[in-house]
């Protein structure tokens, strides 16, 4: 009998999620075991990086990559497990675009760890602050030194496929292990290099079953100060803002049904290269004022409309980072 | 750079049915304007996506002038209010993302207004010459935090290859 495939995943700067979705696909995790041999996955076994380095060179035919590239060793890994993975996906949307770690790209690095060590509530009397070279008497020691800005794995590396979500849909990564499966047992073939798979092909919206009409809105409001919220009519048209429009379907519209808005976490919709600038006209086009002033009050209900429109995407957008991000060290 | 001498480029948005005739009438009347302005001819402002604003502060202009008929006079009814709302949303977000929100501009020309695109187009390029260059980052590779692309440092020290635990 041939010997099975080689299955890897690995997480850079992600929160772990990712790695729970997989897990959260139940018994479908047993068929990941009976097609496949695991060979690194630092969170459910044990490996080191030498194992790694010393598989040939396309050795691991499916690599599942979350999280973002943050530091150094990130990024060593993600070139490390490119060279070694016939197949690399970028999962979740970490690495696919950065996703909540990616909004660090709104300050510099540098104010990142002082505000770290410095918040009101932090007891740091001595005002120590993290080193990524320390010498001990055994020799010198190395932590990973944090890059600049968060890159998405595809402006580090070259990807294969991209799936979405944060994390993604426990059924969609169900089907997309059946069909790697049926792959290998030769009974179906991969979608072209560079899909987004595990995915609808339209926008949330269109899985909303919520009613819509035409939008007028005269003023942004939260989700908690809509009371009573009407649990069949759009989000948007209540007055919150909804990223429905812009986000990629393929989760149900989770969120809208269990009676939030929709914030993103599936990414730009099919088609849509930058999803703030989809979102900016998104929510214009439904505000009720044709005078600026009265515009810019209705705007105001929107506190925060960078983290708004760029929630899950700011690595993975146009401007990827703040002005002063990638200007200081 | 000293900003006296630096040349900003910027990237004008016309509408087909006033600033874009009214940017004629100023060619055809021999009206001196700031070259530094490139035009480009949509239909509509309603057109215009902010990702095309997006695309251009960051492929390397410095501003980006965004130009259509006067509220109430669209030959798309109210298109041009459609454009009013999403750039003053976009300035917003521009300012979270550290981009003085100046260096987007709106204005209004009519077909007959051709001496008011030409003057308008001028103060633009003076106030943009006044922010110096944006310079937005493009390459992501220099942001790599291995300092030499070809070292060959290994994440180990110790490369006996062992066997692989399967």
């Known amino acids: ?329 | 750079m000293d900003n006296d001498h630096f040349e900003p480029t910027i990237i004008g948005f016309t509408c087909n049915w006033c600033s874009y005739r009214a940017s004629d009438l100023a060619g055809t009347a021999r009206m001196k304007y700031a070259p530094n302005v490139r035009l480009i001819r949509l239909m509509c402002s309603g057109r215009l996506d902010p990702t095309f604003v997006l695309r251009a502060l960051s492929a390397g202009a410095d501003g980006v002038m965004i130009t259509g008929c006067h509220p109430g006079e669209c030959h798309y009814i109210e298109q041009n209010y459609k454009a009013l709302r999403r750039y003053l949303l976009l300035k917003r977000v521009l300012s979270g993302l550290g981009i003085e929100p100046e260096r987007v501009k709106l204005v209004w020309a009519s077909a007959a207004e051709g001496a008011r695109f030409a003057s308008e187009t001028t103060l633009f390029v003076e106030e943009i010459r006044k922010l110096g260059p944006l310079n937005w980052s493009k390459d992501s590779d220099q942001l790599s935090v291995i300092s030499d692309q070809s070292d060959n440092w290994s994440l180990i020290t110790d490369n006996s290859s062992e066997e692989v635990p399967a």
Request: net charge negative.
């Open chain 1, 1 to 329: 009998m041939n010997p099975k495939p080689k299955f890897a995943m690995y997480w850079a700067a992600s929160c772990g999620g990712c790695e729970i979705a997989v897990l959260n696909t139940h018994e479908k995790i047993l068929d990941v075991d009976a097609n496949f041999d695991i060979v690194f996955w630092p969170v459910a076994m044990d490996a080191k990086y030498k194992d790694v380095e010393a598989m040939e060179d396309d050795s691991i035919l499916l690599t599942l990559f979350n999280g973002g590239i943050r530091n150094d060793e990130n990024e060593r890994l993600a070139k490390l497990l490119r060279r070694k993975s016939k197949i690399l996906v970028a999962f979740g949307s970490c690495a696919c675009e950065g996703c909540i770690p990616g909004l660090a790209n709104l300050s510099p690095v540098g104010d990142i760890v002082y505000t770290a060590f410095n918040t009101i509530t932090t007891d740091n009397p001595n005002e120590i602050y993290p080193r990524t070279t320390v010498d001990v008497p055994e020799g010198e020691l190395h932590i990973p030194t944090l890059s600049k800005v968060v890159r998405p794995l595809e402006q580090v590396v070259d990807v294969d496929y991209f799936m979405p979500g944060c994390p993604p849909e426990s059924h969609q990564i169900a089907a997309v292990i059946d069909l790697v499966i049926d792959v290998i047992k030769g009974k179906a073939e991969l979608p072209p290099k560079g899909s987004v798979i595990g995915v609808g092909n339209s926008t949330v919206c269109d899985e909303c079953p919520r009613t819509r009409n035409v939008k007028m809105v005269k003023e942004f409001k939260r989700i908690q100060d809509i009371a009573p919220a009407d649990p069949t009519l759009c989000i948007l048209e209540q007055g919150v803002p909804c990223n429905g429009p812009a986000t990629r379907s393929g989760c149900n519209a989770r969120c809208p049904q269990a009676g939030a808005q929709c914030i993103g976490c599936y990414g730009p919709a099919e088609g849509v290269i930058d999803y703030g600038a989809r979102l900016i006209t998104a929510f214009a086009s439904v505000i009720d004022a044709n005078t600026p002033e009265e515009i810019e009050h209705i705007l105001d209900g929107i506190p925060d409309p960078t983290g708004q429109v760029y929630r899950f995407n700011l690595a993975g957008s146009l401007m990827k980072a703040t002005k002063s991000a990638w200007e200081k060290a």
